[in-house]
């Protein structure tokens, strides 16, 4: 085994390195395809799965029989030598395929030709096989012997830990796209409305519009608009949203303005854009979301400035979260400033929080912007925020987001 070990490390080492690094599982299993097929001597090495009664290649490496085998082809199991291996009609070694009758018997041998053979099966964790790591070469190999068995199956397990996981990752995300696309097509979600009041008076002047969602499983709102970003439907699932709450908003008490959260990414979709352009603007408040940093600066500027002319006001959200909202506010210029709720909660007695709470209103009356205090819950926290110069606020003490 000390011998087998030093074997792996000189042969692996340095391209599993690169291939983790690379984060590819397909490169790192066709590196182990072409490594143990050089390593055996052979001229074909590939990875197949089973799909039904047929196996189908996924990887290989033959150079210069592309020709004879290619990943995608298939070919019916009990074709080729994958089906008998599973069910022990033939071994995983075989030197001499001649000599093995069950071999010798069949098609395949005689039209590749195979001589040599040795395949190592892959199992789900469950049991139930999954494919093959199998090499070959057309003529007899005498010298394959049961350490070059054992080196295989290493190799094997490396490819199955690879290939499993894919599949595992695969059928999550599968199951997700689906989960996002029933969501959409039966319209499980609707808006709740949460005020935002002026502090002197408690009137209402913006009612910002959360989503909540009434599908199976039961999860919070953001975890069904991270899902349905990671499987591609975040932005229409962002414009369903929007769309829903757009319809209630001549619901809403008049000389108030409806909040929308917009995330930087909806905000460079031509759809999107002429979605909200398409409405009264001038009752409309986007408020751009997300921590991450935004790369193009000038496309979403340029987004803003139409609807703005159409009479939007522009908010930037949870201002204080982190980095990249400071930079929305110094790009974007927006006429609200919401001060993300870490920063107002106990803020009564937390005189950080009031340091910095300060430091936003006296940037917020240099550029002309008013500040939105979120999270508001105690009467102590509106009485330091009005103190502060904080004439708006949101949160559980003024009002919970509610259906219209």
Avoid at 223 to 252: D, N
Wanted: with cysteine; charged share 25%; aromatic share 6%.
């Amino acid at each position: 085994m000390r011998d087998l070990a030093r074997s792996i490390d000189n042969d692996l080492d340095s391209s599993i390195d690169n291939d983790l690094d690379s984060s590819s599982g397909g490169d790192l299993v066709q590196r182990a395809l072409s490594t143990i097929r050089k390593h055996l001597n052979m001229e074909v090495a590939y990875l197949s799965r089973i799909e039904g009664d047929r196996t189908v290649f996924q990887r290989v490496d033959a150079p210069g029989l592309e020709a004879v085998i290619q990943p995608g082809q298939s070919m019916p199991l009990d074709a080729v030598y994958c089906g008998h291996i599973l069910e022990g009609r033939l071994p995983q070694l075989m030197p001499d395929t001649a000599d093995f009758p069950s071999a010798r018997e069949m098609p395949i041998t005689q039209q590749v030709p195979i001589g040599s053979h040795i395949s190592i099966p892959i199992r789900r964790p469950n049991g139930e096989p999954y494919g093959m790591f199998c090499c070959l070469s057309r003529k007899a190999n005498g010298s394959l012997n049961d350490r070059d068995l054992d080196t295989m199956r290493m190799f094997a397990d490396l490819a199955a830990e690879v290939v499993i996981a894919e599949e595992e990752r695969d059928h999550v995300h599968n199951t997700a796209r689906e989960r996002i696309a029933a969501l959409l097509a039966r319209g499980s979600f609707y808006p709740v409305f949460q005020p935002i009041v002026e502090l002197d008076t408690g009137r209402p002047v913006f009612f910002e519009a959360l989503t909540r969602f009434d599908a199976e499983p039961m999860r919070t709102p953001d975890t069904w608009f991270k899902e349905a970003e990671a499987v591609g439907k975040g932005i229409a699932l962002e414009a369903e949203t929007m769309r829903s709450a757009l319809e209630c908003l001549e619901t809403l008490p008049m000389n108030t303005r409806l909040s929308l959260n917009v995330s930087p990414a909806a905000l460079h979709d031509p759809e999107i854009v002429e979605l909200l352009a398409n409405n009264r603007l001038e009752r409309v408040m986007v408020e751009v979301t997300e921590h991450a940093i935004v790369e193009d600066y000038l496309t979403l500027k340029e987004a803003l400035s139409k609807l703005r002319a159409l009479g939007a006001y522009i908010a930037i959200d949870d201002a204080g979260a982190g980095y990249s909202s400071f930079q929305h506010i110094v790009n974007l210029q927006p006429e609200i400033i919401k001060l993300d709720m870490n920063l107002t909660r106990d803020i009564d007695s937390d005189p950080s929080r009031r340091s910095l709470a300060s430091a936003m209103v006296f940037f917020a009356k240099e550029t002309g912007a008013r500040i939105v205090a979120e999270g508001v819950e105690t009467e102590a926290e509106a009485a330091t925020l009005k103190t502060l110069g904080i004439d708006l606020a949101q949160g559980y003490l003024f009002g919970r987001p509610l259906k219209r």
